[in-house]
């Protein structure tokens, strides 16, 4: 949520930021602005899309070589053109772009307002920038050493980038909670919350650290730490082309995304699983695999999508290395007072890294003598940094909010993860090993066929485009998937859904049940697959619509069913990284059919960098 870019260097600022604040529109951002320096601060910024900015810039001056821009998603003041960054100090010679939330804004804003600050904004980010003023102002000291007092003193999450109108060849960067990586070219630097905007200018980056200040001229980057101490720039290769952030002949991201899965799947397993071997080769999970096999007890904990993948891996884990698993949502556990012992191991998932309340919860697990694995897809993010060990799921820039490619990753990765420890702990069968990582390495070809013969899914979706609510059931491995499958369609459709177990349908959602309501099982061959045959006639005994994602072949459920999305027969435990395909589709094309833009939806972000 939110996005930064700015630019120092030889070239023109503007068209660098704006390009760059396009490549970051699916953060998910209401109203967006951009500051050039240049004999002054010029200011530009305006509610709605980048788009809308651009409009109100035509014929105005634009010229300069410094410059920071920014999408802004609202947490303190409606969307506005007033609320939107960067915001100009009251004396008219800073300007300040912020992601994060400042969380003492009101005590800060109260001090300013006695001494007479007046704010055009209901924005904590103007409220630190009059801060930072004032301290300059009182102190007599520099801009960077006011930033480091005011530093101390806030509390909250931020990036902020600032530029000074006495020092034009200076920006001023700080990091707390919120990711920021600086491109290094030559005689230029490049800023962004991701590596998206800076890919096609240089490859070579430094990832700002928590607590660190950066002074940044055309050709030169110091780093410091709150206490004025500099730090040497760990200066990283970027892995990232260009042609991964676009579209590549897809309407939209989402579908380019759905249908990049087989490739994703197959770069997850590379290098990784050899089935001639039959060994899984993880070296973050090898080089600590003593602490990892002889956890007490796993701990999971994620957000949104995540949290689903964390689901199936309860069952996988317990069910393969009868280890106990808990799956945590990060903004209860973060906020409770858990039991975490020395002993335990922490598994978080996130597709970013940087998930806020995700990465608090495991700072705090990690202060209790927890083990950290991370499972994560961004290079460098914050999560995989402060992990012990962890697994990247090597899916790619996931450019559209609603995930896809990513889940089907971290599905992959927890599998492995769970038969690597599995074969350590001998709690599986040499057989039945081999059988599974033989049934993964089959997922990208099965994969493929499903979206090979996906067409007829546009026909459902227009069936259903129109209904208010929908119910989403299955069972086992295929509970969570249900989770999933309503989750898309709310993200992407606006529609109401709800997952349930499905035995669970008995003990209230039964009563929504008409011949209106569309009831979509996930009810592939497994061990439940009687049981789950009873639900559904309980459904269509209530007139309900019955749409079914089966394996293929299942005639009882195809005669039963009003539409089916039919998948690959695969074993139990590997099914639900297929059977959530239809799923993703599904909610794509109703998404389309109601002319919704499905990339961005309405109020989301890709990136939850707040609480």
């Avoid at 559904?536 to 994602?549: F, L, S, Y």
């Avoid at 590997?574 to 961005?600: C, H, M, T």
Wanted: aromatic share 6%.
């Amino acid at each position: 949520m939110c996005g930064i870019v700015a630019y120092i260097g030889y070239r023109q600022a503007y068209p660098v930021i704006i390009k760059g604040l396009k490549r970051l529109e699916y953060r998910g951002y209401d109203s967006a602005g951009v500051a050039l320096l240049n004999h002054g601060i010029k200011l530009y910024k305006k509610k709605g899309k980048v788009a809308a900015l651009e409009e109100i810039t035509i014929g105005k001056d634009l010229d300069g070589s410094i410059g920071i821009g920014h999408t802004r998603w609202a947490t303190h003041g409606e969307p506005s053109d007033r609320n939107a960054h960067p915001h100009l100090s009251a004396n008219g010679k800073l300007a300040m772009i912020h992601n994060g939330i400042i969380e003492n804004y009101a005590a800060l804003r109260h001090e300013l307002i006695k001494k007479g600050y007046v704010f055009h904004s209901d924005t904590d980010t103007e409220v630190l920038l009059n801060f930072i003023e004032d301290i300059q102002k009182n102190n007599e000291s520099t801009l960077e050493e006011a930033l480091r007092i005011a530093l101390k003193r806030i509390v909250g999450a931020y990036v902020i980038v600032l530029i000074d109108k006495d020092d034009p060849d200076t920006l001023i960067a700080a990091r707390k909670g919120s990711p920021l990586v600086i491109g290094i070219g030559k005689g230029e630097h490049f800023l962004a919350s991701d590596a998206s905007p800076i890919i096609e200018y240089t490859k070579e980056v430094v990832y700002v650290n928590d607590y660190q200040i950066a002074i940044i001229k055309a050709d030169e980057l110091i780093l410091k730490n709150l206490g004025n101490e500099r730090q040497t720039p760990f200066i990283q290769k970027l892995d990232l082309e260009l042609a991964a952030i676009e579209k590549g002949g897809y309407d939209h991201f989402m579908l380019k995304e759905i249908y990049e899965q087989p490739h994703t799947i197959y770069d997850c397993l590379r290098g990784r699983l050899d089935v001639s071997e039959g060994t899984i080769t993880m070296s973050g999970i090898q080089n600590n695999i003593d602490l990892i096999k002889n956890a007490n007890r796993i701990l999971i904990i994620a957000c949104g999508t995540s949290w689903h993948a964390g689901l199936i891996a309860e069952y996988v884990i317990e069910e393969l290395c009868r280890i106990p698993v808990e799956v945590e949502y990060a903004s209860e556990f973060r906020y409770r007072n858990p039991v975490v012992h020395k002993g335990d191991m922490i598994i978080a998932i996130s597709q970013s890294g940087e998930t806020a309340d995700t990465l608090v919860a495991i700072e705090r697990a990690k202060e209790q003598g927890a083990v950290i694995l991370g499972i994560v897809n961004v290079v460098g993010s914050s999560i995989a940094r402060i992990s012990h060990a962890g697994a990247y799921t090597h899916a790619g820039p996931e450019i559209g909010v609603a995930s896809t490619k990513a889940f089907t990753a971290q599905l992959t990765v927890l599998a492995m993860v769970a038969l690597k420890i599995a074969k350590e702990r001998e709690t599986i069968t040499n057989e039945r090993y081999l059988h599974l990582i033989n049934e993964l390495n089959e997922v990208p070809e099965k994969v493929k066929q499903i979206l090979d013969g996906a067409d007829y899914i546009k026909d459902i979706a227009a069936k259903y485009k129109d209904v208010p609510n929908a119910l989403y059931l299955g069972r086992g491995y295929n509970f969570p998937v249900a989770l999933e499958g309503a989750l898309k369609l709310k993200e992407i459709s606006y529609i109401h859904a709800e997952g349930y177990p499905a035995a669970e349908m008995k003990h209230g959602p039964i009563a929504l049940v008409d011949e209106n309501l569309p009831v979509i099982f996930v009810a592939t061959k497994d061990t439940y697959h009687e049981k789950i045959v009873s639900n559904i006639q309980e459904i269509k005994a209530r007139k309900g619509k019955v749409i079914a994602v089966i394996t293929e072949g299942d005639e009882t459920i195809k005669g039963m069913a009003d539409d089916i999305m039919p998948i690959p027969e695969a074993d139990e435990l590997i099914a639900p990284i297929l059977s959530v395909i239809p799923l993703q589709l599904l909610s794509y094309y109703i998404g389309i059919a109601k002319e919704y833009d499905v990339d961005k939806p309405r109020n989301l972000a890709k990136s939850v960098t707040v609480e």
